[in-house]
């Protein structure tokens, strides 16, 4: 199936791909060669994958985030889901709003509470709040801290910009 062809047929302006599971292939190969199976949604333990546009697997991290347990990838028999490697799960990483509540003099860090990575931490200012920072190389993007942040302020921005993330 075309995803690009369907797009257009459909009226649809070109869209970014939806999030895939982790360490997955490139998204023309994933289109390509993903059998839409639904083993990798069966699988998962977090619920995090569901069928999306066309069938085809994708990640919403609308109530939890990924562990990285990397079972998506054990039962994969076309491979656009690779095994866990020492390649980053997702070319994304976690970053701050303007709406987050600490940035606007209110406490609060549930997103550093819910990353076990410990990409998210706060940094004390003089006179004022602690301000969150992403430590860009511990992220994995996982999205744990999307879900449970009550103004919504994170969001996941690909690794090439993100000029709030820090190292």
């Known amino acids: 199936m075309d995803v690009k062809r369907r797009n257009f047929l459909t009226g649809r302006r070109s869209a970014p791909p939806p999030p895939r599971p982790p360490w997955s292939v490139d998204e023309e190969t994933f289109v390509r060669d993903c059998t839409r199976c639904g083993d990798c949604i069966s699988r998962c333990p977090t619920g995090i994958l569901m069928s999306g546009d066309g069938g085809f697997p994708q990640v919403s991290f609308q109530v939890d985030g990924c562990t990285l347990c990397g ?17 980053k799960p997702w070319p994304w990483v976690a970053e701050v709003a303007d709406q987050c509540l600490s940035l606007n003099q209110v406490v609060c860090r549930t997103c550093s509470e819910q990353c076990d990575a410990g990409a998210i931490r706060f940094r004390l200012q003089l006179g004022g709040m602690a301000t969150p920072e992403i430590d860009t190389e511990l992220c994995t993007g996982c999205g744990t801290c999307l879900a449970p942040c009550p103004s919504q302020s994170i969001r996941l921005a690909p690794l090439s910009r993100s000029p709030k993330v820090q190292p």
Request: net charge negative; hydrophobic share 25%.
């Open 71 to 87: 079972e998506c990838g054990e039962v994969c028999l076309p491979g656009v889901i690779r095994p866990q490697d020492d390649r």
